[in-house]
């Protein structure tokens, strides 16, 4: 390719309403469109949110690759590795940049064969549930990976310990978020809880995320179903999709619910596109995840000064404080978080000093802009060594 923008690929599985998908739309939003040409390719059909990059005028690209990683996958992904090999070289991209497990190594592997220089892997998560063939593959692949990106310390410490990933390479990169579009809104508090038939005296606490096994909502409601019937009037927004695949976890939650006799106190909604409006709603935010990276929505809610009640698990901990910015149970316990939420809902207005430090501490170190910032910096500094 001569003159003009440099052509950066990104690849993904799916497009789904998630926030490794925001984290790419958050990247591509940052680039300066004279200087960079960004080119999605995504290797399934399944794909909800596609036009949340459609809207943003960016070339995409889909295959038929399946998403699930079992033998009987491989003719699929084989094709759609063919397929993105020829497409890198028609494209003439310069620098591909992964995510998560199959689109890396699909991406990469496309990458390295069809001669594409540069290669930019990110870490979302700690994958400690991936078989040993998956880490050796990806400890493989990390030698033609010029910068290895972890979204906390927390997967990047996994990342070392599972993976044993060159520390040359490795670079953390806090997650970050919208600060201007996340802040809370009382006139936004009154109107969500007007639509979810929320009482004025009735708390209300919340979780957003999608409905898969990892993120846990059914040790929320049985925490809620140990709540003492003296505290005040309370009701549980769910908040997320559910895709399908190994990790869907809506029967679960679903039974969850039915179990305890909840029906009339925990509710399942679909996804909103007004998160602000939603974290400025709940009285209690609650991430019961047992598995992240370091959750978007995690940060999102303490820019809206929210309280916020998550599992004690690495990433949390990085985000959270116990008692000054938000508070921690004992993950995958469910007496626990009842504890925790017991407490609060006993005196929810003793709490603003932690709603005011959750924010500030936000802004302090999850500003969207550093994090975007921070890549348009690796991507400058690998193609100056390539210039044209």
């Known amino acids: 390719m001569n003159g003009g923008p440099r052509r950066l690929a990104y690849v993904l599985t799916a497009i789904h309403e998630g926030g490794l998908e925001r ?3 958050d990247l591509m939003d940052a680039l300066p469109a004279q200087e960079f040409e960004p080119i999605l390719y995504v290797l399934t059909q399944n794909n909800p949110w596609l036009g949340e990059f459609e809207r943003r005028g960016v070339k995409i690209r889909t295959y038929h690759a399946s998403n699930a ?6 003719p699929s992904l084989v094709r759609a590795l063919l397929d993105l090999r020829k497409d890198f070289r028609k494209d003439g991209i310069e620098l591909v940049h992964t995510c998560d497990f199959l689109p890396a190594a699909v991406g990469r592997l496309a990458a390295l064969t069809s001669g594409v220089r540069f290669r930019v ?4 998560s700690l994958y400690e549930w991936f078989p040993r063939w998956a880490h050796l593959l990806n400890r ?3 030698g033609f990976t010029q ?3 972890a979204v906390s310390q927390s997967a990047a ?4 310990r599972l993976e044993s990933l060159p520390e040359s390479k490795l670079r953390v990169v806090l997650n970050g978020a919208d600060v201007s579009r996340f802040s809370f ?18 708390i209300l606490i919340g979780t957003v995320g999608s409905l898969t096994t990892r993120k846990g909502q059914e040790i929320l409601v049985e925490a809620v179903s140990k709540l003492p019937d003296a505290l005040p009037a309370w009701k549980v927004a769910i908040f997320g999709a559910a895709y399908g695949g190994p990790q869907d976890n809506l029967a679960v939650v679903q039974a969850a619910i039915a179990t305890y006799g909840l029906h009339d106190r925990v509710r399942i909604h679909p996804p909103r596109e007004d998160v602000p409006a939603l974290l400025s709603a709940f009285d209690i935010f609650c991430m019961p995840s047992r598995v992240e990276g370091l959750s978007l929505a995690s940060v999102e809610a303490q820019l809206c000064e929210a309280l916020s009640v998550f599992s004690d698990i690495g990433p949390f901990r990085e985000v959270v404080t116990d008692g000054w910015n938000g508070f921690l149970f004992r993950s995958e316990d469910p007496s626990s978080l009842a504890q925790v939420l017991e407490r609060l809902m006993g005196s929810l207005d003793s709490f603003a000093e932690v709603r005011s430090n959750a924010r500030k501490d936000a802004l302090e170190r999850f500003d969207k802009k550093r994090m975007t910032g921070t890549y348009l910096g690796i991507y400058r500094e690998l193609l100056r060594t390539g210039a044209r």
């Open 185 to 202: 809104s009382a006139t936004e508090r009154e109107r969500v809880r007007r639509e979810l038939g929320i009482g004025a005296n009735e």
């Open 140 to 142: 493989w692949l990390s």
């Open 69 to 74: 990683v079992r033998l009987g996958s491989v």
């Open 157 to 160: 410490d996994s990342a070392r």
């Open 147 to 149: 910068v290895i990106t």
């Open 121 to 124: 892997h990110t870490l979302h």
């Open 23 to 25: 984290f790419t739309g």
